[in-house]
T-cell receptor
Framework: AQKITQTQPGMFVQEKEAVTLDCTYD???????LFWYKQPSSGEMIFLIY??????QNATEGRYSLNFQKARKSANLVISASQLGDSAMYFC?????????????FGTGTRLLVSP | DTAVSQTPKYLVTQMGNDKSIKCEQN?????MYWYKQDSKKFLKIMFS???????INETVPNRFSPKSPDKAHLNLHINSLELGDSAVYFC??????????FGQGTRLTVV
């Protein structure tokens, strides 16, 4: 079974600063993927970034980067140069990759508020 | 062109009614899902279909019945709606183990 833990219910950051959203996971699978999604107040789920368990480099997508520490089982999302539009709920998720058709398991989310 | 579209966006209905939510994806994905997001924003898988075949059915009451007429469509029918069914329901699709793309969600309110 997989489990995702997001311990920060809410985070505040000032515009243009960087912020780290924490995510730890637990799994017995050797091959897995880690994902981050953004959910703005409008409600849609937006895929941000993906990290495979065998990827040696940390994933980056524009202002988003994933700080992957396999030994610590953590997959923190770093948002650089925060913008007002980054205010949203952020969900960490994981999926086993050793067999097909595995479900995405989500954490409880972190609400990020970016202030001017 | 919306990649994953679900209708309706809002659904308000009385207890005991039967309702359906439709979902279509134009991404050519072979796996589709239904997720439920509760009032605390927690997202939980309900069903997953691969090539029209049910592959995941997480302890969901029998009142919920998914139907996949083809690879691009996965509908959700709910019988005898209860107050506790009020939530946001998301349809999603993916290729096997890649990221899932979500629809805009259907906010179901049972009164």
């Amino acid at each position: 079974a997989q489990k995702i833990t997001q311990t920060q219910p809410g985070m505040f950051v000032q515009e243009k600063e960087a912020v780290t959203l924490d995510c730890t996971y637990d799994t017995s699978d050797q091959s897995y993927g880690l994902f981050w999604y953004k959910q703005p107040s409008s409600g849609e789920m937006i895929f941000l970034i993906y990290q495979g368990s065998y990827d040696e480099q940390n994933a980056t997508e524009g202002r988003y980067s994933l700080n992957f520490q396999k030994a610590r089982k953590s997959a923190n999302l770093v948002i650089s140069a925060s913008q007002l539009g980054d205010s949203a709920m952020y969900f960490c998720a994981m999926r086993a990759m050793n067999t097909g058709f595995q479900k995405l398991v989500f954490g409880t989310g972190t609400r990020l508020l970016v202030s001017p | 062109d919306t990649a994953v579209s679900q209708t309706p966006k809002y659904l308000v209905t009385q207890m005991g009614n039967d309702k359906s939510i439709k979902c279509e994806q134009n991404l050519g994905h072979d796996t589709m899902y239904w997720y439920k997001q509760d009032s605390k924003k927690f997202l939980k898988i309900m069903f997953s279909y691969n090539n029209k075949e049910l592959i995941i059915n997480e302890t969901v009451p029998n009142r919920f019945s998914p139907k996949s007429p083809d690879k691009a469509h996965l509908n959700l029918h709910i019988n005898s709606l209860e107050l506790g069914d009020s939530a946001v329901y998301f349809c999603a699709s993916s290729r096997d183990t890649t990221e899932a793309f979500f629809g805009q969600g259907t906010r179901l309110t049972v009164v």
